[in-house]
């Protein structure tokens, strides 16, 4: 048996076992798209953001796998890996696009309004799962009617690029609450904007 199918197996026992966790998380997830006020509630309950935190880190498995296996992220150092090493390769290249998140983070968090400061850093655990949601199910009826792996990306990008612009447009409001304008588009550019920069050049320039 592959490395691949044997994640997927294991990515499958999992997702069977978290299925609870999925119908509790329902409608905080469809509060949260809605209101920034849901975002909070969310957040503001430890064990329920524990609770996303967890299915949002099962997930990241399907996530890396179409990555892998329809080439969305894929410069020429890992274009010209196989099998098991291509996968190891993007999984490694989005951890450290989610240690450059975190650093940025710890290095710009502020003083005060903390607490929301970490409500907007986080919020991207929701949106990340809204879009597997989404694009988990639209995978499989693209396989059904036998689209080609072309299709199949950008149909993939397109998904990805929406729940992406969602996330930063309530990452703003979030900021918005206790940050004025300016420093609001700072946060947002050396946070989110700067790291997904990179990540996008990566893949055109390396």
């Known amino acids: ?11 499958t026992a999992l997702a069977l076992f978290l299925l609870p ?12 798209v ?27 498995i ?4 179409i990555l892998s296996r329809y080439h969305i992220y894929e410069p020429s150092f890992i274009a010209q890996l196989q099998g098991g090493w291509h996968l190891l390769a993007c ?12 650093l940025m983070y710890l290095l710009l ?13 986080r919020a991207v655990y929701t949106f990340f799962i809204l879009y597997m949601l989404v694009a988990l199910p639209a995978l499989g009826i693209l396989t059904v009617f036998d689209a080609n792996d072309l299709v199949i990306k950008t149909v993939m990008l397109i998904l990805l690029s929406l729940f992406y612009a969602l996330f ?10 206790s ?15 700067f790291p997904t920069a990179l990540m996008i050049v990566s893949a055109v320039v390396l």
């Open 168 to 177: 930063l447009v309530r990452k703003t409001q979030i900021l918005l609450l």
């Open 34 to 60: 809605f209101r920034v006020r849901g975002s909070e509630a969310l957040e503001f309950s430890v064990s329920v953001s524990r609770e996303r935190n967890t299915v949002a880190y099962v997930l990241l």
């Open 21 to 32: 966790s999925f119908y509790h998380l329902a409608p905080y997830l469809s509060d949260a």
């Open 1 to 11: 048996m592959s490395a691949v199918n044997i994640i997927m197996v294991a990515f």
């Open 91 to 102: 999984l490694g290249a989005f951890m450290l696009y989610f240690f450059l998140r975190l």
């Open 109 to 121: 968090k502020p003083r005060r309004h903390y607490e929301n400061f970490r409500l907007a850093h």
């Open 62 to 65: 399907p996530f890396v796998l």
């Open 179 to 193: 940050c004025g304008g300016l420093r609001t588009f700072s946060y947002l550019c050396a946070l989110e904007i």
